[in-house]
């Protein structure tokens, strides 16, 4: 019996086409998502938004914003499926990249302070604690603080 291959992870820019899906994710992913607005005007503005795939299949997206030399990384996720396998790690890289190749010196981005996973990922990245935003984000016991991250890239 021959080894069904295991599709290669690869990135591309975000389509119009992928917005459903994408949207589809984050309602799996978070407890107050975007919606498939949001992604679309997010592409209408131009910022860099990027799928995660393997095969024909996204797994993750990705938002940055980019303004001259800073980038703000609004949205990264990966589908539950495929987490904990080094992919949001590797995405994450990618953004980086993305984010230097145009000519950024910092990339910032909130999280929740619950985040553990995205937190952990951070830290591991390099990025530090620059501030805290309170009541930055909606949660079901009201609003809940955003710890606010910056990684300078070299
Ligand atoms: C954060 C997220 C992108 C990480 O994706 P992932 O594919 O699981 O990440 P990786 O497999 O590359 O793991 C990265 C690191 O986080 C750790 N990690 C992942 N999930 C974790 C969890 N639930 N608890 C603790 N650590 C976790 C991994 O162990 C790994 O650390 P290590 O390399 O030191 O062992 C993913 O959990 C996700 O999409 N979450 C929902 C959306 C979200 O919260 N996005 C961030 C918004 S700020």
Redesign the pocket.
Known sequence: MSAVPVPQLHYRPMRATDLQEVARLEKT??EFPWSLGNFRDSLNAGYDCWVACEGETVI?YAVLMIALDEAHLL????ASA??????????LKKILGVAKAAGCLIVY????PS????R??YR?SGFQQIAIRPNYYPSVAGREDALFLGLTLR
């Open positions: 992913l978070y993750g949205n990264i996720a990966i495929s987490q904990r396998r080094g992919t949001g790690r590797a995405f981005l909130e999280v929740r985040n553990v996973a995205a952990h990922l591991t």
